[in-house]
């Protein structure tokens, strides 16, 4: 159904190091994601901190790519954005031409998500916060707001990038939210968010 749409919409997914960018496309994307992710191996060790990240033996070097068709005309693409500091450099070029963003966040790990937050407010994309469940502590989401200094506009929501539903749900609060911020503007008009397939 994509291949005739007409009206490209793209989303980047941001975050630090780990916090389940390449999940959250892999759980979403309606084709099969493309991702450039590489085996970790012990040439990073003195790299990357993988101290509060158990498991992880596969890291992004480029970004990761997914698509959702939202309806005949529309279709969302997604960028997963690596987390490393190392790739940071990439991140300017995949927010240009973004509509918005999602910054994941591991609340194990909330200051790993400061740098995505102020990339996308020096560049005036809108975006969403999302925290991603890894089953540790609880914080609310005003210690979150708080520790993230959010904007009280910015939504903030809970998900799990695992599931397709939670996901989903993350989409759609961003496009709601675009859409709030550009009413009127018949540039940025999307169509319903509520039509997710």
């Known amino acids: 159904m994509g291949a005739s749409a007409d009206n490209g919409l793209k989303i980047v997914v941001v975050g630090g190091f780990g916090v389940g960018k390449t ?4 759980s979403v ?3 099969r ?4 992710e ?4 012990s040439a990073g060790e003195t790299v990357d901190d993988i101290s509060e990240i158990r498991g992880k033996t596969a890291t992004t070097v480029a970004f990761d790519f997914g698509r959702i068709t939202l309806d005949a005309r529309n279709v969302l693409y997604l960028f997963g954005a690596p987390g490393q500091e190392r790739f940071w450099f990439l ?5 240009s031409g973004t509509l918005g963003a999602v910054v994941l966040v591991d609340t194990r790990r909330i200051g790993d998500s400061w740098y995505a937050i102020d990339r996308l407010e020096r560049h005036g994309t809108p975006f969403v ?5 890894f089953g540790g502590p609880h914080h609310s989401h005003e210690e979150v707001r ?5 904007d009280p506009q910015v939504p903030l929501i809970d998900c799990d990038a695992r599931s397709r539903e939670s996901s989903r749900q993350v ?10 911020r550009y009413a009127g503007q018949t540039a940025h008009t999307v169509t319903s968010p509520r039509e997710f397939a």
């Open 38 to 41: 590489e085996t970790m191996t």
């Open 129 to 133: 916060v999302a925290c991603n469940d």
């Open 33 to 36: 994601p493309l991702n450039t």
């Open 91 to 95: 991140w300017d070029r995949l927010f």
């Open 146 to 150: 708080e520790a993230l200094d959010l």
């Open 23 to 26: 999940t959250m496309v892999r």
């Open 29 to 31: 994307s309606e084709i």
């Open 171 to 180: 989409l759609i609060t961003l496009v709601e939210y675009v859409q709030s």
